[in-house]
């Protein structure tokens, strides 16, 4: 089932605490595009189509990455591409995210999501995984 854009960027809002739809949107598009370049194949494209369209053609067309970044690194490369962003804020808003498109994407895709990127990212997407 694809989420529509407003219920996709109202849970994005209310787990982000954010003030306006625009950050949420902002915070949204950021972390697509990043998450888009550390997933490959039929993966990214399943993701996609759980998503709103203008979404899934973010995800679909990632920003470059020369190297799948760890946790840490994603969320300090998110604050680098929103402005006024802390570590702290970019973690809170990769968290609003990602935790999202892991309830649109379901458990089975999030367990698939998962095996492509680094380790920790199972908290990103708030779905901790035992060890």
Known sequence: MVLRREAFLDRV???GEYES???A???ARVVLALLGAHLVGGVRAELAARLPEAF???LLNPLQSAEPLSPERFV???AAWIEGAT???AAWDVSAVLSTAAD???DH???RILLQLPAGYDLLFGRPQPT
Do not use: C, F, H
């Open 13 to 15: 809002k209310e787990r």
């Open 21 to 23: 739809d625009q950050e």
């Open 76 to 78: 300090r490369a998110t």
């Open 109 to 111: 895709l999030t367990r």
């Open 56 to 58: 899934a053609l973010i």
């Open 104 to 106: 649109a994407a379901g």
């Open 87 to 89: 570590e702290t804020t």
């Open 25 to 27: 949107e902002r915070a």
